[in-house]
């Protein structure tokens, strides 16, 4: 079997990636020196997939703060959330890019509140909130500050490193859960890459049937090339094929037909935010999927961490769907494909209602109808553990 794939990680205080847009042709990285970088290789797909755009933050965010020079820890606090903010506005719909920010920040709260000196005049229990107040009095130890922020941007690479090594972990409970539901020589369809390249590594639709084939299950694969951006025939079909997986590529068009002739056991795909309800938003053209395996009676399957998982909001109409550049659907591989001047609308993802969800499948265990129940009962630490 190939070496595993690690999709993003932290080297010699940079974050190198897998230039996800060169594949399949050229297999090469991307070493990001500064977190302006990062964020251009969010927006331009070099790295992509929720999970793997959240981990991209994260070390972004990290490799952001070791710059960041500031008289105080407001000052310091100011510049860290000016980071976060440039790295929300990159990619709406991916839940995992906010769930890192979020964590990356209560990282920084509490490292700068460990090194904040034990004021003895100060109450017991007072929070970091209330020093960094603006309304706050400056305290003199403040003055100091600035030359020793060494300690918490370690702790924020460390936390960043940590998310990425987690999020392999999570896929590979993720996927042992999920490949109970693969069939012995199931001929399972698939949309767009939710595979290793989409995540820190190992991925989650195809962290399943990697599971499923270590189980020792015969699968074939059949990979949708996922217009306009080819995540399936350049992506998924690259891991398949790079690890011996049984797989055949079919365009978007062709899925319906192949249910209709018996040639399709089960649909799985990954999922970029899912609400409260379990309505999943994910790669467009998994909608009609579902439609179809519904109307064939054949299972929907979701694969995704939960911190995939907004529960903020109510149902999939409330999740933020990106819209990208013409562009991606005038050109193919970099070639004009369409008239000069057509009108075109490029939404990235689309919404399928949990009705038409057969399971999700998470490292706390697979989620079934009624979604919103089975969602509510998870509880925080399921994720971490
Ligand atoms: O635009 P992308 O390539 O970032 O979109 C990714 C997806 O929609 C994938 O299908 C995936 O399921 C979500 S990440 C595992």
Not at 35 to 53: C, N, S, W
Not at 150 to 175: F, H, M, Y
Not at 323 to 350: K, L
């Amino acid at each position: 079997m190939e070496q595993e794939i690690r999709t993003l990680f932290w080297q010699d205080g940079a974050v190198v990636m897998i230039d996800q847009r060169a594949l399949p042709l050229a297999e090469r990285q991307v070493i990001c020196t500064d977190y302006h970088e990062v964020i251009a290789a969010i927006k331009d797909l070099t790295v992509r997939g929720a999970p793997a755009i959240g981990v991209a933050a994260a070390l972004g965010i990290a490799l952001g703060a070791r710059r960041i020079e500031a008289p105080t820890s407001a000052a310091f606090l100011n510049a860290f959330e000016e980071i976060c903010r440039q790295f929300a506005a990159t990619r709406p719909t991916a839940r995992n890019l906010f769930w890192a920010i979020e964590r990356m920040s209560r990282c920084v709260a509490e490292a700068l509140q460990a090194r904040l000196p034990k004021p003895k005049g100060l109450a017991s229990g007072i929070s970091f909130v209330e020093i960094m107040s603006p309304s706050a009095p400056a305290r003199p130890a403040e003055k100091e500050e600035g030359d020793s922020w060494q300690p918490v941007r370690e702790t924020l690479v460390a936390e960043a490193v940590r998310i990425g090594d987690e999020d392999v972990a999570i896929n590979r409970r993720l996927g042992r859960n999920g490949s109970e539901l693969i069939p012995e020589g199931s001929r399972i369809l698939t949309h767009c890459n939710a595979g290793a390249l989409a995540t820190a590594g190992y991925g989650t639709a195809l962290g399943v049937l990697r599971a499923a084939r270590e189980a020792g299950k015969a699968i074939h694969v059949y990979v949708d090339e996922t217009r306009p951006v080819l995540q399936g025939a350049r992506l998924t079909a690259w891991e398949l094929m790079r690890e011996g997986i049984p797989c055949t590529l079919i365009t978007d068009n062709m899925a319906g037909f192949l249910m209709r002739q018996g040639k399709i056991d089960l649909v799985i795909t990954g999922a970029d935010r899912i609400a409260a309800n379990g309505d999943a938003a994910n790669k467009i053209g998994t909608y009609a999927l579902a439609v179809l395996a519904r109307a064939h009676d054949i299972p929907f399957l979701i694969a995704a961490p939960l911190s995939t998982i907004d529960p903020a909001l109510p149902d999939g109409d409330a999740i933020p769907i990106e819209e990208r550049d013409p562009g991606e659907v005038t050109h193919c591989g970099g070639v004009r494909i369409a008239p000069e001047g057509i009108d075109v609308y490029n939404p990235a993802f689309d919404m399928t209602p949990h009705a038409l969800i057969t399971a999700i499948v998470t490292e706390a265990g697979i989620l079934r109808s009624p979604f919103a129940e089975a969602i509510e009962k998870l509880s925080p630490s399921s994720s971490t553990d």
